[in-house]
Protein backbone atom coordinates (compact mmCIF):
# COMPACT_ATOMS: atom_id res chain seq x y z
CA UNK A 1 0.00 0.00 0.00
CA UNK A 2 1.05 3.13 -0.49
CA UNK A 3 1.90 5.57 2.20
CA UNK A 4 0.00 9.08 2.23
CA UNK A 5 -0.30 12.28 3.82
CA UNK A 6 -3.41 13.98 4.17
CA UNK A 7 -4.97 16.83 5.48
CA UNK A 8 -7.58 19.44 4.59
CA UNK A 9 -6.66 22.92 4.32
CA UNK A 10 -9.53 26.04 3.10
CA UNK A 11 -12.06 23.33 2.30
CA UNK A 12 -9.75 21.54 -0.16
CA UNK A 13 -8.55 17.93 0.57
CA UNK A 14 -4.60 17.02 -0.26
CA UNK A 15 -2.85 13.63 -0.47
CA UNK A 16 1.03 14.06 -0.51
CA UNK A 17 2.96 11.08 -1.22
CA UNK A 18 6.36 10.16 -3.73
CA UNK A 19 6.28 7.58 -6.51
CA UNK A 20 8.89 6.72 -8.38
CA UNK A 21 8.54 9.30 -11.25
CA UNK A 22 8.68 12.09 -8.42
CA UNK A 23 11.51 10.63 -6.44
CA UNK A 24 13.14 10.77 -9.83
CA UNK A 25 12.06 14.25 -10.78
CA UNK A 26 13.14 15.39 -7.16
CA UNK A 27 16.67 13.98 -7.38
CA UNK A 28 16.94 15.39 -11.04
CA UNK A 29 16.24 19.10 -9.77
CA UNK A 30 19.09 18.61 -7.30
CA UNK A 31 17.44 17.42 -4.12
CA UNK A 32 19.16 14.70 -1.88
CA UNK A 33 18.31 14.00 1.99
CA UNK A 34 21.16 15.17 3.42
CA UNK A 35 20.13 18.14 2.34
CA UNK A 36 17.17 17.99 4.77
CA UNK A 37 19.57 18.69 8.05
CA UNK A 38 22.92 20.02 5.80
CA UNK A 39 20.70 22.83 4.10
CA UNK A 40 17.23 22.83 5.53
CA UNK A 41 16.56 25.81 3.89
CA UNK A 42 16.43 24.33 0.62
CA UNK A 43 15.85 20.86 1.49
CA UNK A 44 12.74 21.21 3.47
CA UNK A 45 11.25 23.26 1.15
CA UNK A 46 12.06 20.64 -1.90
CA UNK A 47 10.87 17.90 -0.38
CA UNK A 48 7.37 19.46 0.60
CA UNK A 49 7.02 20.33 -2.93
CA UNK A 50 8.04 17.63 -4.34
CA UNK A 51 5.36 15.67 -2.33
CA UNK A 52 2.96 17.38 -4.07
CA UNK A 53 3.85 16.36 -7.57
CA UNK A 54 2.36 13.03 -7.33
CA UNK A 55 -1.16 13.68 -6.91
CA UNK A 56 -1.44 17.50 -6.71
CA UNK A 57 1.21 19.02 -9.60
CA UNK A 58 -0.40 22.35 -10.51
CA UNK A 59 -1.30 23.62 -6.98
CA UNK A 60 0.60 27.15 -6.98
CA UNK A 61 3.77 27.84 -5.07
CA UNK A 62 2.17 30.62 -2.35
CA UNK A 63 -1.06 28.02 -1.58
CA UNK A 64 1.58 25.61 -0.78
CA UNK A 65 3.76 28.36 1.25
CA UNK A 66 0.63 28.41 3.60
CA UNK A 67 -0.06 25.11 4.07
CA UNK A 68 3.36 24.83 4.71
CA UNK A 69 2.99 27.65 7.05
CA UNK A 70 -0.11 25.63 8.78
CA UNK A 71 0.95 23.02 9.96
CA UNK A 72 2.34 22.13 13.57
CA UNK A 73 4.89 19.55 14.71
CA UNK A 74 6.94 20.54 11.64
CA UNK A 75 9.46 18.21 12.51
CA UNK A 76 7.32 15.53 12.63
CA UNK A 77 6.26 16.02 9.79
CA UNK A 78 9.04 16.15 8.03
CA UNK A 79 10.38 13.06 9.00
CA UNK A 80 7.40 11.73 7.40
CA UNK A 81 7.63 13.28 4.23
CA UNK A 82 11.18 11.54 4.19
CA UNK A 83 9.26 8.10 5.02
CA UNK A 84 7.24 8.96 1.82
CA UNK A 85 10.50 9.85 0.00
CA UNK A 86 12.37 7.04 0.87
CA UNK A 87 9.20 4.60 0.22
CA UNK A 88 9.76 4.26 -3.60
CA UNK A 89 13.59 4.12 -3.37
CA UNK A 90 12.95 1.14 -1.17
CA UNK A 91 10.30 -0.57 -3.04
CA UNK A 92 12.61 -0.48 -5.99
CA UNK A 93 15.15 -2.68 -4.04
CA UNK A 94 12.76 -5.54 -2.84
CA UNK A 95 12.61 -8.78 -4.70
CA UNK A 96 9.83 -9.51 -7.07
CA UNK A 97 6.94 -10.76 -5.33
CA UNK A 98 6.26 -13.99 -7.94
CA UNK A 99 9.62 -15.75 -7.90
CA UNK A 100 8.74 -18.18 -10.99
CA UNK A 101 8.78 -14.77 -13.07
CA UNK A 102 12.31 -13.51 -11.65
CA UNK A 103 14.85 -12.93 -13.99
CA UNK A 104 18.15 -15.13 -13.32
CA UNK A 105 20.94 -12.93 -14.09
CA UNK A 106 24.58 -13.61 -13.58
CA UNK A 107 27.92 -11.66 -13.49
CA UNK A 108 31.09 -12.74 -15.85
CA UNK A 109 33.68 -10.81 -13.40
Excluded: C
Excluded at 2 to 22: A, D, M, S, V
Excluded at 32 to 46: D, L, R, S, V
Excluded at 59 to 87: G, S
Amino acid sequence: MEKEITFEFEGQRYTLTFTRKTVQQLSQAGFEPEMITKQPAIGIPMLFNGAFNAKHKFIKTDVRDRIFDAIPNKTDFITKLMTLYLEPINAMLEDPEDPEKNVTWEANF
